[in-house]
């Protein structure tokens, strides 16, 4: 096609894409025709595309596999690793693993109903949060507006005119002071040109100290309470703030695993298609072995829910794995291109680093699988006073040494270079702190953590960086094109996997641990060894097909779907009959009464809303195109001005949103509430991928962070002998992680282009 393209900074250039061709947008906008065909030109979300990429979309698909890595072909793995919520993604599981490993009832449909009501007015404003800092912008009154708009509610509803009104009205007050609010804190920030922290600021203080005086004039205290009980109220409640209660379901646990297990099929064959060469017709053998294997893994699966028994649970266990290798392997031949070689061939070395990396995973998780033995799993006592009084000295000193040796490391380069007096000083200076630091790190860890905690933390970090380094090596295997290497690595991984969950099985006593997570390691292990199959025996793509892409993503939402359609029948249901429920009442202990609130449904449509604005339209592209260089964008005609507003606009009218499910929901509300809740919506967007700088960011990623954090707040409460206060610690440390994690993610990304 024919490109014009319009330089503006760097080498980043936004164009439209009429479907003629590539043509620049005129000076003074785009035209009729080019907005209805327009399409931003991302190849990573927020991340507009240089001239060499514009130009690689006519380029063939084979110079495009075997020339320029920037414009090569990524498969869906490589897609997802370098997308802007990958960092909140992998929070969220680690968060939940990790709560659900120490918390008592964390994980039960009960807590998680509780954390996803917790997390849907962080979601709904995060969402907003997150587009603000696409666009380049902070809003600092978003908290304030939450709990001010909440506050009006019940104020207006209670007191206006003396008797108060109808909450309808009161609502819509709400929704339009905030929005006029948002409008304002745009309009400021374009008229003056000042940053919008400091319009903001000056707007979150305007906004409390005015919720504060009503609240003492009108209701002579600092909170309004019986909102729920005003005229109007019980009949917003229904479609505002409604509450479903768990029902009898006695089909629920099989429809839910239906469910998941069709969806996940349905989501691995679609990552399939977008990874693999099509066959020119199916081979009916191949489809024939996935049937067979699709009858054993039925009859194992069904067998091992019918019995009891190790025995029986291992060797139909054993069955229905081995079939559902069978299913992918055979579904994989029979459907897709296979590769022209045999199992001894190799096509390349094997370089250095798989064999190193190898061989530190092997070690990692030998030790993974005896370090058990050296501690005792019942012993509470701190590490620090557990150890003998002689060696104490020894570890602070070994300590002390390394914090030298690694400061040492760092600024020796430097000094070699050129030898002074100055950088002698500065060396031992900074190598004597060093070493007091971690000295004193080291010995106030041991002191805080037991012999217990390092016996679990121990096992956790040698296992997963064991089983992370095979999965490293195996990667750079395949990179060598060495494929016979990469699939020893792969039965490797998979093999370790399944010798830490027997051994988590043998030694755990907590009955999660030696059923859930050993299921959920054999699991992995199955799906591990099944892909290790599979990429040794198909021959990838390296180049884009659009139908089979296309058909890839629909498939995964397909999948996604059905799986979680199968949690939400899990969690809002119940297989209690009314026999059980009345034994435990007689037995004096509580019959489960699971709650799924209607914020959490807000909480998805904002989301999805604001995921499809960003992604599939035109205000999406304006979005990330304001955030990335606002005279730029304003150049190709993207009215830049009220794109901002507009943004500013959605906080407001989404802090009103929330504002009202907060009221509606709990009936009693602060003056001040809200207030410190800014900080947690900017989290929440940075978790989730969004720059401080703006132009690059995810809805999505948002609303994993606004979990993240609401997972946190219930989590630390459901463990025992643990502080509740600890979260904000927790909370920090998960924000420095992410904001590492998102920019060598971003840092990637750009690489690959």
């Not at 620049?24 to 991340?47: D, F, L, Q, V, Y």
């Not at 939940?96 to 009960?110: E, P, Y």
């Not at 504060?212 to 909170?223: D, E, I, T």
């Not at 009215?639 to 606009?649: E, Q, S």
Request: charged share 15%; with cysteine; aromatic share 8%.
């Amino acid at each position: 096609p024919l490109l014009h393209p319009l330089a503006l900074s760097g080498s980043e250039i936004y164009l439209w894409f009429p479907w003629a061709g590539v043509l620049a947008t005129p000076p003074n906008g785009p035209t009729k025709e080019s907005r209805h065909h327009t399409r931003s030109t991302r190849g990573i979300r927020g991340t507009p595309m240089s001239l060499t990429e514009v130009a690689a979309t006519a380029v063939p698909k084979a110079s495009a596999a075997e020339g320029d890595e920037r414009i090569a072909h990524r498969g869906p793995m490589r897609r997802w690793l370098i997308s802007p919520e990958i960092g909140a993604l992998i929070g969220a599981v680690v968060v939940w693993a990790f709560l659900w490993g120490n918390g008592q009832t964390f994980g039960t449909a009960g807590t998680t109903l509780n954390w996803l009501d917790v997390a849907a007015p962080y979601g709904v404003m995060a969402t907003a949060i997150a587009l603000l800092m696409i666009g380049g912008e902070f809003d600092l009154s978003s908290g304030i507006m939450t709990g001010g708009s909440a506050m009006m509610i019940g104020l207006i509803s209670r007191f206006f005119m003396g008797q108060g009104v109808h909450i309808g009205w009161a609502i819509l007050v709400a929704f339009a002071g905030a929005g006029a609010i948002g409008w304002f804190n745009g309009y400021m920030v374009n008229k003056t040109g000042l940053p919008s922290f400091i319009i903001t600021l000056a707007s979150f203080f305007v906004a409390r100290g005015l919720m504060l005086v009503l609240s003492k004039r009108l209701a002579q205290k600092v909170y309004v309470d019986q909102i729920k009980d005003q005229r109007g109220a019980k009949g917003f409640r229904q479609w505002i703030a409604h509450e479903w209660l768990a029902k009898e379901f006695p089909a629920r646990d099989k429809i839910f695993l239906i469910c998941v297990i069709v969806g996940a099929a349905v989501f691995i064959y679609g990552l399939c298609e977008q990874s693999f060469i099509r066959r020119a017709s199916l081979s009916m053998s191949g489809l024939g072995l996935g049937a067979v294997g699709v009858a054993v893994a039925l009859f194992g699966f069904l067998s091992l829910h019918g019995t009891d028994g190790v025995s029986k649970n291992v060797m139909f266990g054993a069955l229905a794995a081995i079939g559902t290798i069978v299913t992918i392997v055979g579904v994989g031949v029979g459907r897709w291109k296979s590769r022209e070689r045999t199992f001894t061939e190799t096509s390349g070395g094997l370089p250095k680093e798989v064999v190193l990396r190898a061989s530190l995973g092997l070690l990692g998780i030998i030790l993974a699988c005896v370090i058990h033995f050296p501690f005792d799993r019942g012993e509470r006592r701190a590490v620090l006073t557990w150890v003998s009084p002689s060696i104490r000295p020894i570890i602070a000193v070994l300590a002390g040494v390394i914090g030298l040796g690694l400061t040492a490391r760092s600024m020796l380069p430097s000094l070699r270079e050129r030898v002074r007096a100055a950088g002698v000083l500065k060396l031992v200076f900074f190598g004597l702190y060093g070493s007091l630091v971690l000295g004193a790190l080291t010995i106030s860890a041991l002191q805080l953590t037991t012999v217990q905690a390092l016996r679990a933390i121990g096992m956790l970090l040698l296992g997963t960086g064991g089983v992370a380094l095979l999965l490293l090596a195996r990667s750079q295997a395949a990179k060598a094109h060495n494929t016979s290497m990469q699939l020893v690595l792969g039965v490797i991984a998979a093999a370790s996997l399944v010798l830490m969950g027997l051994v988590i099985r043998v030694d755990s006593t907590a009955s999660r641990f030696r059923t859930q997570l050993t299921a959920a390691m054999i699991v992995g292990a199955t799906l591990l060894l099944a892909n290790s199959l599979l990429e040794f025996l198909m021959e990838k793509r390296a180049y884009g097909n659009p139908g089979a892409d296309r058909t890839g993503r629909r498939l995964q939402v397909i999948g996604a779907v059905l799986a979680v359609l199968g949690v939400i029948i899990r969690l809002i249901f119940t297989n209690f009959t009314d026999a059980h429920a009345a034994a435990l009442r007689a037995a004096g202990k509580p019959v489960p009464q699971n709650v799924l609130r209607e914020t959490v449904v807000w909480w998805l449509i904002v989301a999805a809303v604001g995921a499809y604005v960003l992604g599939k339209t035109k205000w999406g592209n304006w979005i990330f195109a304001v955030g990335g260089n606002k005279d730029a964008s304003r150049a190709i005609g993207v009215p830049a001005n009220r794109v901002k507003i507009g943004l500013f606009v959605v906080v407001g009218l989404c802090a009103a949103l929330s504002g009202t499910l907060v009221a509606l929901r709990y009936g009693t509300v602060q003056a001040d509430q809200g207030t410190g809740l800014e900080f947690e919506f900017i989290i929440a967007a940075v978790v989730g991928g969004c720059l401080m700088t703006g132009g690059y960011g995810s809805v999505i990623g948002a609303s994993l962070g606004a979990a993240i954090l609401a997972m946190s707040t219930t989590g630390f409460q459901t463990v025992k002998g643990w502080n509740s206060d600890a979260r904000y610690a927790f909370l920090g440390g998960v924000l420095l992680v992410a904001v590492l994690v998102n920019n060598y993610i971003r840092k990637k990304a750009q690489e690959a282009r």
